[in-house]
């Protein structure tokens, strides 16, 4: 028999039970749109931190203090560390050590509470040179940076965070206003384009100052925290490292790489964490999801199952009427195909659906920049998992139904 | 118009059927020999129990027998895999049941389609041939009806149409009149002989004499044996006594 045949008879057959063919597929649907929406979800969160990662500046690399740590609890010992210095920021701004790097920036940091008249906010200031401006993309909405005369002469010119400016002034035209923290006065000649909330540094809540002024009037130590560096090239990178490796070692009389005492990150290796992270979460989600699928199937065998038996004598008749054994076993296994595969469509249709209304959610409410996709390959994932449930949990029931004999036509009342 | 000859369609030969279950053994039939001829009529009659039903699901190829040897044709159906049985009984033969086995919520040309779609007639064509199988039974005006929403009678003459939609050279008949009034059973044997006179070869099961009667021949069966084989003297023949369907 043709398989369009086999198929008209399946669809006729399913047809004839609608409300049984809906229930039966209930937990695929269930299944595949979790599927979906998992998918869908851990990709937009993945492509808006990684986009948020190259809006930092895909470039990047940081040099930070004391030892790399080997895990999540060991992130104390770069914070207390005072292995970085002037004299290493000079170093590594000669062209003769690090040929590849296109500007470099030191940073220091600490949380303050600036003070206009009686607003007061809790934020952070950053202390550093007009180099983090540009290795960053820090746009300014309003007035200008400060300029290396101003941290040659540890000036108190600031550049403020839009949230920051919000918080303390409330009206637009700021610049050449006081704000005071730690005692000291310090006049705002910039503001920062707004940024938006990212996954790392928020840079409409802090205040950038002149690093000599930081470090000196605020923070009392004549260290360095951060080194901030670009590349000239994303393919410069790797050079860059490892001559920032040696130029560092070389200062600190280091031989053995296992003594360092500072350690260098990029901006890539970063984002490949945070790629690695949300694919083990989204792999890890979907295959919880995935046991949704295994008892929809389960549910499928068990309805097919009872269909069979109940219909016994139509099976009977076929055979009778000259239908093989093959031919039953197409029909049942086709059915059961039909029905797994309907319903992983429609699981794609309302994960997808549920997966819009997040991202409507999740850009409303929480402001993340969250982009709407559902990825081609979770599609076809979806497809093709039903499809196989459908073989994998109507094989049996269509074998049973196969071997039924052509007497049951007479027999079963 | 007799259309009988004496070539041999069936020929079975010491067949038994035994029926085991839970350890008990059944005799449906014992050491049967029947040849039955192309063009015949033949009513297989006898009380209940006899194994009446059991040869003709033997001899429709819906059932194995337990021993003896079966010729359909000049082919021995004892070495047919269960594939080749499948169309035997697609090609070969018609079956018309008490209860009609139609398959209900499908219309009356869909269940006349069956036996062609398992043949692997396309589609234009099983239409066509549906369609005349369907006139033949003087169906025409329900050929879009759902076979639940026919009379008894016309059901069974849709189970007719089907039986015939292969042209089949048999056509067996398990109690086909037994759902049905005396009219519509009238009718139902009236097309039998009908067909009977075009050649096809009928093979019918009944226990009530004016059915056998119909027939050219009774087989009369008792504790599944050949009690008795005889040709009917006194024939009815349905459209020659005033009958009209």
């Known amino acids: 028999m043709r398989f369009r045949d086999t198929l008209k008879i399946s669809v006729k057959g399913l047809s004839t039970h609608r409300g049984r063919s809906l229930l039966t597929i209930l937990g695929i649907v269930i299944g595949i749109t979790s599927i979906t929406l998992v998918n869908a979800i851990g990709n937009s969160a993945k492509n808006m931190i990684l986009s948020e990662v190259e809006g930092l500046g ?11 740590p080997t895990g999540p609890t ?18 590594l701004k000669r062209k003769s050590n690090l040929p590849d790097v296109a500007k470099v920036a030191p940073v220091v940091f600490g949380p303050i509470i600036a003070s206009r008249e009686s607003e007061t906010y809790s934020t952070m200031v950053i202390g550093t040179t007009p180099e983090l401006f540009e290795i960053y993309k820090l746009d300014l909405s309003q007035g200008e940076t400060f300029t290396a005369d101003d941290v040659a002469q540890l000036s108190g010119n600031v550049v403020i965070g839009k949230k920051v400016a919000d918080e303390l002034f409330g009206q637009s035209d700021i610049i050449g206003e006081k704000i005071k923290f730690k005692e000291g006065n310090f006049r705002v000649i910039g503001v920062l384009e707004e940024k938006g909330q990212s996954s790392f540094v928020n840079f409409d809540e802090v205040i950038i100052a002149p690093y000599t002024t930081v470090q000196q009037q605020i923070l009392g130590f004549r260290y360095i925290q ?7 090239s994303p393919e410069a990178i790797p050079g860059l490292v490892s001559d920032i490796k040696s130029t560092l070692r070389d200062n600190h009389n280091i031989e053995d790489s296992k003594d360092d005492d500072f350690f260098v990150t990029t901006m890539k290796e970063l984002a490949d964490s945070v790629s690695t992270v949300t694919d083990v979460l989204t792999v890890l989600l979907g295959s919880v999801a995935g046991i949704s699928l295994v008892v929809g199937g389960v549910g499928i065998m068990n309805i097919m199952l009872v269909s069979v038996t109940e219909r016994t004598r139509e099976i009977g008749l076929r055979k009778a009427l000259g239908a093989t054994n093959s031919d039953i076993l197409k029909q ?7 029905l797994t595969v309907s319903g992983g469509i429609l699981g794609i249709i309302l994960g997808g659906g549920l997966s819009y209304l997040a991202t409507i959610v999740a850009n409303r409410f929480w402001g993340l920049n969250f982009s709407f996709a559902i990825p081609i390959s979770g599609m076809i994932l979806g497809v093709s998992v039903s499809t196989a449930i459908g073989f994998i949990f109507g094989i049996y029931p269509a074998r049973q139904a196969s071997k039924r004999s052509p007497m049951d036509a007479l027999r079963y009342e | 118009m007799s259309s009988e000859n004496n070539m041999p369609l069936i020929s079975v030969k010491n067949l038994s059927k035994i029926y085991e279950t839970d350890g008990a053994e059944t005799v449906g039939l014992k050491n049967v020999d029947l040849v039955i001829n192309e063009g015949e009529f033949v009513a297989v009659v006898g009380p209940s129990g006899s194994g009446k039903s ?14 003896g040897e079966y010729m359909l044709e000049d082919k021995n159906l004892k070495d047919y895999s269960d594939k080749e049985l499948a169309e035997v009984r697609n090609k070969k033969m018609g079956f018309v049941f008490q209860q009609f086995n139609l398959l209900p ?3 009356v040309l869909e269940n006349i389609k069956l036996p062609l779609l398992y043949a692997g007639v396309n589609e234009p064509e099983r239409t066509n041939i549906a369609q005349r199988m369907v006139d033949l039974v003087d169906l025409k005006d329900r050929a879009d009806f759902l076979t639940t929403k026919l009379s008894g009678g016309q059901k069974q003459r849709v189970a007719i149409a089907r039986a015939l939609a292969n042209n089949p050279k048999i056509i067996f008949a398990d109690e086909p009149t037994g759902s049905l009034d005396s009219k519509s059973g009238e009718t139902i044997l009236d097309f039998l002989q009908e067909l009977n006179d075009k050649g096809h070869t ?3 099961v009944t226990h009530e004499s004016y059915v056998a009667n119909s027939a050219k021949r009774i087989v009369h069966l008792r504790d599944g044996n050949i009690d008795k084989d005889e040709k009917v003297i006194n024939r009815r023949i349905i459209s020659k006594e005033g009958f009209k369907r």
């Open chain 1, 74 to 91: 060991d992130a104390g010992g770069s914070i207390l560390n005072n292995s970085l210095t002037i004299r290493d920021l000079e170093s």
């Open chain 1, 58 to 68: 895909a470039n990047n690399v940081f040099i930070l203090p004391g030892k790399e």
């Open chain 1, 332 to 338: 049942f296994l086709t059915e059961a195909v039909i």
């Open chain 2, 54 to 67: 059991t040869l003709l699901q033997v001899l429709g190829c819906l059932d194995r027998p337990t021993s």
């Open chain 2, 105 to 107: 919520r499908q219309s």
């Open chain 2, 202 to 204: 009928v093979v019918l």
């Open chain 1, 226 to 232: 951060r080194i901030g560096l670009t590349a000239t």
